[in-house]
């Protein structure tokens, strides 16, 4: 029985797998992304966490038969060398991403986009599995997209899946991209934040911030949200409404162009509203759907938190 | 040498061609399409203009190899049933075409989508031959689009492409399918021409409507709004630009989500405003392009007002 590592690289934690041949989990690790250092001390990091995960697993690092990887930023598939990871501390250049994590662990590494691996994962083993095309929306700090298109991978010229900043509004809300109108614009969840505050800082009431520092986070994470809506608090409602109509019309945009058999709803926040999520971003897509007789099928994304890391090994594996 | 047929069929007009091995025009004809008599007349009046273009290339219609037969509507394509095409007179239920057409003509007749087969003209034959992924752009009296990924067309589940439907603005303008916000209701000539009227009859000052009537139109042709703009017609110049953003929006959103290698323009309006056209479009892309140090190649549809039935005959073409 062989085992690779896969790694999810994420601007705030690493999250590595040591799976088996049939994609079962031998052993898992979770760690901070280093905050100082640049893409060297991230590297470092990795290699840290894979071995811990390597370690919970009983196999040495060095024997397995490779290790994916799923980051943000542009990559170039066949060096590993990824550039311009923004969510990434000091990753504005190119980094030999790959070729690093060799020297350190020994085996193979094959890097890929976080979204699309995690796309590609609910595509074999997830919530598409029955499909053979479908959109992934990871709906989190941003929203991310992938595509499988008649069973495979569809990445364009290397960046196709932005579906964060498909436009869904004309002279629009900023987005953290720096555009206007993004869907991300309304639905990310950075963005949900800074128009949180910004409404708040302005008088408007809200337990959101409340509910923040009780729970001790620093940022209005998908846990806080949701309690706030229990809460029936008036702005979140009104926020999470907004993001609903924005991921409406953007899915459904997607849906139009593309007309995949299925979208997978997955990402933080995606996952923590789960079906009644899906629901509502379902009948926020039915106004614009123009086949609306005949909507995809709305899954929401079953690997969970895993999911993106299952996916990277996925992109070591023999092919079966 | 043999000969195959191809058809374009169109809401005002029904254009055919008959070409030969090499894809190159031995004759063409066009007629009206029948405002009346539902579609057996259509099938009708398209029997007696392929009839005319075999006529004119010297062939007998039945020695034909096949013909081809662009149409709008849903399409099924395993039995040439077009259900759905609205803009077709008294064709909401469906119509066996194919079997229809082969009564009349007797070759075999294949249907295929009519934006999509254009799309698939210019890739095999026009603008996007050097390409091997594109989205095409028809912009007309709606807005039609058409994808080509991997070499081939995608077609989803048999609806993919509608790129006029991409929402825009969110509680935006009302499209002609009855929808809100979608590129077509800003760019779409009729919703052009509808915008106009309105504006017109509450006391804008233009010369688009008394230039229709010189010309003895009785609608803004491509022709019309580009007479308009010459004279530097205030509200011509505004609508156009109002347009020329959609598209810029609409369109970079499918390239932030497909990442083609290039992007076609065609249709009415967008083989009229020819290259001007697209740079302008390119220029009100690049603000919403996600990947914007790399845009896709953006070129005008080549093979002009053939393009569709010439599509349409490459539908029964042996494989080269």
């Not at 031998?26 to 990795?46: K, N, Q, S």
């Not at 004309?170 to 934040?193: I, S, V």
């Not at 979140?236 to 609903?244: G, N, P, V």
């Not at 009644?276 to 086949?291: D, Q, S, T």
Request: hydrophobic share 40%; charged share 25%; aromatic share 4%.
């Amino acid at each position: 029985m062989s085992a690779r590592g896969g790694v999810d690289l994420g601007g705030t934690k690493i999250q590595t797998v040591v799976v088996d041949d049939s994609h079962a989990v031998l052993g898992d690790a979770r760690g901070p992304t280093p905050r100082e250092g640049g893409p060297a001390a991230v590297a470092a990091a990795i290699a840290e966490v894979m071995r811990e995960a390597a370690g919970a697993a009983g196999v040495d690092p060095g024997t397995l038969t490779g290790i994916g990887v799923g980051s943000p930023g542009l990559i170039d598939e066949d060096t590993g060398v990824v550039r311009g990871a923004r969510n990434l501390p000091d990753w504005q250049g190119e980094f030999g991403l790959g070729a690093a994590l060799t020297d350190a662990l020994g085996p193979a590494v094959k890097v890929g986009n976080d979204v699309q691996v995690a796309t590609d994962a609910e595509f074999a083993l997830g919530a598409a599995k029955e499909f053979d095309s479908l959109l992934g929306v990871f709906w989190g700090t941003g929203v991310g997209g992938g595509l499988v298109l008649d069973g495979r991978p569809w990445l364009g010229r290397g960046s196709a899946g932005e579906i964060g900043h498909v436009v869904v509004k004309l002279d629009g809300a900023r987005c953290p991209c720096g555009r206007r109108g993004c869907m991300e614009a309304y639905a990310g969840r950075k963005a949900m934040e800074e128009k949180a505050r910004e409404e708040h800082e302005k008088g408007k009431k809200t337990d959101l911030f409340k509910l923040m520092k009780k729970h001790g986070h620093d940022r209005l994470t998908s846990g806080i949200w949701s309690r706030a809506l229990e809460h029936e608090d008036k702005l979140a409602e009104e926020l999470f409404e907004r993001a609903i109509q924005a991921l409406g019309a953007g899915v459904a945009s997607a849906v139009n162009l593309i007309d995949p058999e299925a979208v997978i709803i997955g990402g933080g926040m995606g996952v923590r509203f789960g079906e009644a999520g899906a629901e509502r971003i379902r009948a926020a897509m039915m106004p614009h759907l123009f086949n609306d007789s005949d909507p995809p099928a709305i899954r929401v994304a079953s690997l969970g938190d895993l999911g993106g890391a299952i996916g990277a090994s996925l992109l070591v594996a023999s092919p079966s």
